[in-house]
């Protein structure tokens, strides 16, 4: 469902370490899956995305993992540097057909990288 | 390449007044176009979405409206605003069938 109402956790790191943000999924007809990066004031950023019939896949510094087992998608960013630092959003297309599938939102994870 | 415009940027309204934000897509054509709201720290609430002109589907029973005159145009109205409409409103468009949004820049709305 919808993730208003809840306060956002908080993941701390320093400089240049690997960072882990994981997101728990609900729906298990959910095939497609979407990282959003958000900086304060500013609209969501598309990161990465993965399909159901993947595992794993890689961009610039960032790998989504996805394990349909557990309903379960992380997004680990590697070398993380001080312009990383904002709320991660992950998305799953859950059910419905075509042009009405929409988007269901998780909380959102705020990052903070220390220097 | 396809941008989405998206103002005023900020918008400082008293209780009773009514809005309209708008929304504009440019380079693409038949998008599926979205009003989505953010409660500061938190997470993103859909409240309307459009698959085409004049077609609105609402998400959340509220002092909202969305109305979509031309295919790249989508806007949110109120009559009379209420101290819990204050937010962060972003509109969103994507491809047809295709889940990917692409957000604009957002409104900070504050109802006083």
């Known amino acids: 469902g919808e993730s208003v109402g809840l306060h956002l956790p908080t993941l701390s790191v320093q400089e240049g370490d690997n960072s882990i943000i994981n997101c728990a999924y609900s729906?298990?007809?959910?095939?497609?899956f979407i990282w959003y990066k958000q900086e304060s004031g500013k609209g969501p950023q598309f990161i990465i995305d993965i399909r159901s019939n993947m595992d794993k896949r890689q961009g610039q510094r960032v790998t989504v993992l996805l394990n349909k087992t557990v309903k379960h998608l992380s997004l680990q960013i590697a070398a993380t540097q001080p312009g990383d630092s904002a709320v991660y959003f992950c998305?799953?297309?859950?059910?419905?057909?075509?042009?009405?599938?929409?988007?269901?939102w998780g909380l959102g994870t705020s990052l903070a990288v220390n220097p | 390449s396809q941008t989405i415009h998206q103002w005023p940027a900020t918008l400082v309204q008293p209780v009773g007044s009514p809005l309209s934000l708008e929304c504009t897509v440019e380079?693409?054509?038949?998008?599926?176009l979205y009003w989505y709201r953010q409660a500061a720290g938190r997470g993103l609430q859909l409240l309307f979405y459009s698959v085409g002109i004049g077609q609105i589907s609402s998400e959340v029973p509220q002092n909202l409206s969305a109305s979509r005159p031309q295919d790249r145009q989508f806007i949110l109205s109120s009559k009379k605003l209420l101290l819990s409409d204050s937010g962060f409103y972003l509109c969103a468009w994507s491809v047809r069938g295709i889940e990917k949004l692409f957000f604009g820049s957002g409104t900070q709305l504050s109802v006083l």
């Open positions: 998305a799953e297309n859950g059910s419905g057909a075509g042009n009405n599938r929409k988007l269901i």
């Open positions: 380079g693409t054509s038949n998008p599926n």
């Open positions: 729906n298990s007809a959910s095939d497609y």
